[in-house]
């Protein structure tokens, strides 16, 4: 079978299951091909980036919209005509309905053919009912966080982050300490004919890497010569201000690229506790730090919750720097997690609160006297951040606040991000 047909009937199969459970997408992923896998996630994330904008672009094409696969099918299809240039119309509805008859069977395909040759006879007429549609339907979001972002931002910074979110995510990679420098890495790149380019906003730390290569066989990948991260990850990696010597807990770890950086700038002396409470997660964390040669070595992986854990379930005194990369709402990252904008709710601001103030107050515990914690998130959202460390810091009056860092998109081409550190 075509592989324009297989990776889509990858993707209806992905996007179904997600309008069913809500799933992680990533996490869908696993079992893809690789030579496939780069295709069926720009299919899959354009799709649930955009996926009210295409509802809206569909709903005057049938009365009533279909369940299942089939509404998959529509989204994925109408997601290629209007979001997908690179994508030709005629090759996109083919694929897509080929994609769909494996998937649900003949008598599925009949209706998304005409629903899908409707809209590309009108595609002028339903870019201009996008056009003229408010921002939240335009650029596809929820009306709750636009509403927030305009009362904070203003309108035209509101919107100029929705249409951040709506960007395809670069891949980036940073230099690591001890490692080679920019220059050296695009020389080494430019040998294995990949035209990368410095980071506009970070050009002395990152490098942005073609959409679509492959970043695990690009040169110095296995030998650890620098790591696959935003460039806003640094930022509080930077606050942590790690020296060799101390002792460093990782709270909430998984991956482990803020863990790379933490455990090359100890230069051997000191030792990090790399912690994560997913125990399916801390395989990719081991990988990481095993790459770079600090797993065994200053860094030990441990399996344990940031909200309850004490110094000796992890063992030794208390620590010198910990790193709280909390669990968060994600608004800052909506560009590379694709269905996180869908999760949004007070309810669950205020659930993440809750458990953002937990882990805070556990890590004070054990953080040693003149020590720092730098507290993380990816999000926009003033409760999880200035008024989050406003909260704290007036019930522990033995931290003080000592600086802080926020990005908000499209600032410096990066992702969002806030990071406080507090001392004690």
């Known amino acids: 079978m075509d592989d324009g047909v297989l990776a889509r009937i990858d993707a209806i199969n992905f996007i179904w299951r997600w309008m069913e459970t809500q799933e992680f997408p990533d996490r869908m992923m696993v079992g893809v091909p690789p030579f496939r896998r780069g295709f069926v996630m720009d299919l899959v994330y354009t799709t649930l980036r955009n996926a009210r904008a295409l509802d809206f672009a569909l709903e005057p094409f049938f009365r009533q919209p279909p369940q299942g696969a089939s509404m998959a099918a529509l989204m994925l299809g109408a997601c290629q005509l209007l979001k997908m240039p690179d994508?030709?119309?005629?090759?996109?509805?083919?694929?897509?309905?080929?994609a769909l008859r494996e998937v649900a069977g003949e008598h599925q395909t009949g209706f998304a053919n005409a629903v899908l040759r409707s809209m590309q006879r009108d595609l002028d007429g339903v870019r201009r009912r996008l056009v003229d549609a408010p921002l939240a339907i335009r650029e596809s979001h929820l009306d709750e966080q636009v509403d927030r972002w305009e009362a904070?931002?203003?309108?035209?910074?509101?919107?100029?982050?929705?249409?951040?979110?709506?960007?395809?995510?670069?891949?980036?990679?940073?230099?690591?300490?001890?490692?080679?420098?920019?220059?050296?890495?695009?020389?080494?790149?430019?040998?294995?004919?990949?035209?990368?380019?410095?980071?506009?906003?970070?050009?002395?730390?990152?490098?942005?890497?073609?959409h679509g290569s492959h970043v695990e066989e690009l040169p110095g990948f296995s030998k650890g010569?620098?790591?696959?991260?935003?460039?806003?990850?640094?930022?509080?990696?930077?606050?942590?201000?790690?020296?060799?010597?101390?002792?460093?807990?990782?709270?909430?770890?998984?991956?482990?690229?803020?863990?790379?950086?933490?455990?090359?700038?100890?230069?051997?002396?000191?030792?990090?506790?790399?912690?994560?409470?997913?125990?399916?997660?801390?395989?990719?964390?081991?990988?990481?730090?095993?790459?770079?040669g600090l797993l065994g070595g200053v860094a030990k992986v441990f399996l344990g919750d940031a909200r309850e854990v004490y110094l000796g379930n992890i063992g030794g005194p208390a620590f010198d720097r910990i790193l709280l990369?909390?669990?968060?709402?994600?608004?800052?990252?909506?560009?590379?997690?694709?269905?996180?904008?869908?999760?949004?709710?007070?309810?669950?601001?205020?659930?993440?609160?809750?458990?953002?103030?937990?882990?805070?107050?556990n890590a004070s515990r054990l953080l040693a006297d003149g020590g720092r914690i730098v507290y993380s998130t990816c999000s926009l959202e003033e409760e999880e951040n200035e008024a989050m460390i406003g909260a704290f810091i007036e019930r522990n009056p033995q931290l003080r606040l000592v600086d802080t860092v926020s990005l908000v998109p499209p600032d410096r081409e990066m992702d969002g991000a806030f990071a406080a550190a507090l001392e004690k």
């Open 87 to 98: 994508v030709a119309d005629h090759a996109a509805i083919h694929a897509t309905v080929e």
């Open 325 to 361: 990369d909390v669990p968060c709402s994600n608004t800052g990252v909506q560009r590379r997690r694709a269905d996180a904008r869908w999760r949004f709710s007070s309810e669950r601001l205020a659930a993440l609160n809750e458990t953002q103030f937990r882990i805070l107050q």
């Open 225 to 292: 010569a620098f790591s696959i991260q935003d460039p806003a990850t640094l930022e509080a990696v930077k606050l942590l201000d790690v020296k060799p010597g101390m002792r460093v807990l990782d709270a909430c770890a998984a991956p482990g690229g803020k863990s790379v950086q933490i455990g090359l700038r100890l230069d051997g002396r000191g030792e990090l506790i790399s912690m994560d409470c997913w125990r399916d997660r801390l395989p990719a964390l081991e990988d990481n730090l095993g790459r770079f």
């Open 152 to 210: 904070r931002y203003g309108k035209e910074r509101a919107a100029a982050i929705c249409e951040w979110d709506n960007l395809t995510a670069s891949v980036t990679v940073l230099t690591v300490p001890r490692g080679p420098s920019v220059p050296e890495l695009l020389s080494s790149f430019e040998g294995a004919s990949v035209k990368a380019a410095a980071h506009p906003g970070a050009p002395d730390d990152a490098i942005v890497v073609p």
